[in-house]
């Protein structure tokens, strides 16, 4: 926290800076509601109140959603709609660039005013340009799975670089705070009884490094869990060995295959064994992403010097503080299952698409910010309106790898409102029973850029068309 404050005491550009560049950066790796956890945190131990810095940090995470961790919801896309994962990958990258430009003046201007916000355009420009600039570029011109951890890397870089040769004409504070001048920053609310040393010593290179190597540990145990060019480099078939023996994936009674997709939704009248759904626990712990983030913690612990049991106290610890948490998800996780498999969001669903081709790229953008809402995840939402959403755009004449990409990036600003983020959010801040407070706040902003995408998808689709990234379908 302290090198994070080191680079500027400004709470405009320590808020761009934890929330969306390392946010970015903790969703690239993760995914799944752990950026949201990790930078609110890390916002409040730098002074933030806990209800804004929970506010902040849903916004922020909306852009590099959509890649989420290592590509997974365009992958899974890919494998629902039978489109190239490439073409999906470039064509986000030419729609979410606008609006990873746009969120860091959006984050600052929901703490402040525009004369406060125009006061810090240029590091918001070049943090929102370089990762807007790398995201296009990776997404189109290298792959899908790396595209938020490069920008996000790329991002933090050029923000910690224009800090550096570059200050505010005043230090901006929140109101209980005094403001400073820009000639020395401090490390915010330091003990009374630091001296300049002691800030030094605290920021030395090599206690910096030790304090990061928690998150790059992080970095590296997911990147080796899920990426599969990492993953062929070691040994499948004792992995798979492992897979078959410690994974768990019980049938849910009288559910599982018991309920079809309907042809609106498949395309196709006869009913074929895919379109039955498969309704069972998954449990394996080998594969799960968060198997990798727990041995990170893990091994970051024991590098950091404690002990077993200091470990195993700390996480008896977090599990009593997040069981509130943890049966809200669970209640929220059960009405998004009774959503999925009663057909409500295909009802829903099907309601855009009767809004004609002239306005179907604005209202099938709404509709995957309505399936994120409703799953909390982009991932779910690309398996729910993925192929309805392809075979939509077919009938309408519209390019369907356009209408899939404005599912994936439209569902991201749904991510905000989702009931799991809401409540991850409120627990990492110590906020638990805002849950509403929160949502209510973030609503807005979450509608908002929905139809800021829904836009730019009209745009690309009825005036540059030739803006889409279109490949033939891996479909026969």
């Known amino acids: 926290k302290a090198s994070v404050a080191s680079l500027s005491g400004d709470r405009r550009l320590q808020a761009v800076l934890v929330a969306f560049s390392f946010g970015a950066f903790i969703e690239g790796a993760a995914g799944f509601g752990a950026p949201v956890a990790v930078s609110a945190a890390f916002l409040v131990g730098l002074g933030f109140q806990p209800f804004q810095a929970a506010l902040l940090c849903l916004i922020a995470n909306t852009a590099p959603v959509a890649w989420g961790g290592i590509?997974?919801?365009?992958?899974?896309?890919?494998?629902?709609?039978?489109?190239?994962?490439?073409?999906?990958?470039?064509?986000?990258?030419?729609?979410?660039?606008?609006?990873?430009?746009?969120?860091?003046?959006?984050?600052?201007?929901?703490?402040?005013?525009?004369?406060?916000?125009?006061?810090?355009?240029?590091?918001?420009?070049?943090?929102?340009?370089?990762?807007?600039?790398?995201?296009?570029?990776?997404?189109?011109?290298?792959?899908?799975?790396?595209?938020?951890?490069?920008?996000?890397?790329?991002?933090?870089?050029?923000?910690?670089?224009?800090?550096?040769?570059?200050?505010?004409?005043?230090?901006?504070?929140?109101?209980?705070?005094?403001?400073?001048?820009?000639?020395?920053?401090?490390?915010?609310?330091?003990?009374?009884?630091?001296?300049?040393?002691?800030?030094?010593?605290?920021?030395?290179?090599?206690?910096?490094?030790?304090?990061?190597?928690?998150?790059?540990?992080?970095?590296?145990?997911?990147?080796?869990?899920?990426?599969?060019?990492?993953?062929?480099?070691?040994?499948?078939?004792?992995?798979?060995?492992?897979?078959?023996?410690?994974?768990?994936?019980?049938?849910?009674?009288?559910?599982?295959?018991?309920?079809?997709?309907?042809?609106?939704?498949?395309?196709?009248?006869?009913?074929?064994?895919?379109?039955?759904?498969?309704?069972?626990?998954?449990?394996?712990?080998?594969?799960?992403?968060?198997?990798?983030?727990?041995?990170?913690?893990?091994?970051?612990?024991?590098?950091?010097?404690?002990?077993?049991?200091?470990?195993?106290?700390?996480?008896?610890?977090?599990?009593?503080?997040?069981?509130?948490?943890?049966?809200?998800?669970?209640?929220?996780?059960?009405?998004?299952?009774v959503t999925k498999y009663s057909g409500m969001d295909a009802v829903l669903g099907l309601a855009f698409t009767r809004t004609g081709r002239g306005l179907y790229p604005i209202f099938g953008t709404l509709l995957g910010w309505l399936g994120v809402a409703l799953t909390g995840s982009d991932t779910s939402s690309n398996v729910l309106f993925g192929n309805l959403q392809k075979i939509t755009a077919i009938k309408l004449q519209l390019d369907p790898v356009l209408m899939a990409s404005a599912n994936s990036t439209g569902g991201v600003m749904g991510k905000m409102i989702d009931a799991q983020s809401i409540v991850v959010a409120a627990a990492a801040t110590g906020e638990g029973g805002r849950e509403g407070e929160l949502l209510r706040a973030v609503l807005w902003h979450s509608l908002a850029l929905a139809l800021i995408v829904g836009l730019i998808v009209w745009i690309y689709a009825h005036v540059l068309p030739a803006v889409v990234v279109s490949v033939p379908s891996s479909l026969p």
């Open 71 to 337: 590509g997974t919801p365009l992958r899974t896309l890919s494998a629902v709609t039978g489109l190239d994962v490439e073409a999906l990958s470039g064509t986000c990258g030419r729609i979410l660039p606008l609006l990873s430009v746009l969120i860091p003046f959006w984050l600052v201007r929901t703490m402040t005013g525009w004369r406060n916000t125009l006061g810090v355009w240029l590091p918001l420009a070049v943090i929102g340009g370089t990762f807007a600039a790398v995201q296009f570029l990776w997404s189109n011109l290298v792959g899908f799975e790396l595209v938020d951890i490069v920008a996000a890397v790329c991002s933090m870089t050029a923000g910690v670089i224009v800090t550096r040769l570059w200050k505010p004409g005043r230090i901006w504070r929140f109101d209980h705070e005094a403001e400073v001048t820009p000639v020395a920053v401090e490390v915010p609310s330091p003990p009374p009884q630091s001296s300049g040393s002691q800030v030094q010593l605290t920021l030395a290179p090599g206690r910096v490094a030790r304090a990061w190597m928690p998150f790059a540990l992080l970095t590296l145990t997911v990147l080796a869990w899920g990426v599969p060019a990492i993953k062929a480099w070691g040994t499948p078939a004792a992995k798979d060995w492992l897979d078959a023996r410690l994974s768990w994936k019980p049938e849910v009674p009288w559910l599982h295959l018991k309920v079809a997709k309907g042809a609106a939704v498949t395309g196709h009248e006869e009913l074929l064994p895919g379109d039955l759904e498969k309704v069972q626990v998954d449990v394996v712990p080998l594969s799960s992403t968060g198997t990798a983030v727990f041995l990170a913690a893990v091994l970051s612990g024991s590098l950091l010097g404690l002990s077993p049991l200091a470990q195993a106290r700390q996480l008896a610890s977090t599990i009593r503080r997040m069981v509130p948490a943890i049966l809200a998800i669970v209640c929220m996780l059960a009405l998004g299952f």
